[in-house]
Nanobody, 115 residues
């Protein structure tokens, strides 16, 4: 059974940092493309960052230079380090796995940036 479990969300002040984690199980994690997406209230879900099985990364323009995606294949976990957070980063953040068995989503974790 495929599972993606996000953690690390919460309330943070503008300029602060959070690190999201996504623990994966039930599939060959190292061979999958992993990504983080977010959905703010009333808006469509958007891609934040992705990391290929090779380790190559992509970060969206709105987070480039502030967020960093990484993966630890030994721990079957993908991370999103978020620095210099802004109120507009407030959203539910989702982990996604894409590979030979299909696409899978986590349940999401709320990130709120507010003073």
């Amino acid at each position: 059974q495929v599972q993606l479990v996000e953690s690390g969300g919460g309330l943070v002040q503008p300029g602060g940092s959070l690190r999201l984690s996504c623990a994966a199980s039930g599939f060959t994690f190292s061979s999958y493309l992993m990504s983080w997406h977010r959905q703010a209230a009333g808006k469509e879900r958007e891609l934040v960052a992705r990391i290929f099985s090779s380790g190559e990364t992509y970060h969206g323009d709105s987070v480039k230079g502030r967020f960093t995606i990484s993966r630890d294949n030994a721990k079957n976990t993908v991370y999103l380090q978020m620095n210099s957070l802004r109120p507009e980063d407030t959203a539910v953040y989702y982990c996604k796995a894409q590979g030979s068995w299909g696409d899978f989503w986590g349940q999401g974790t709320q990130v709120t940036v507010s003073s």
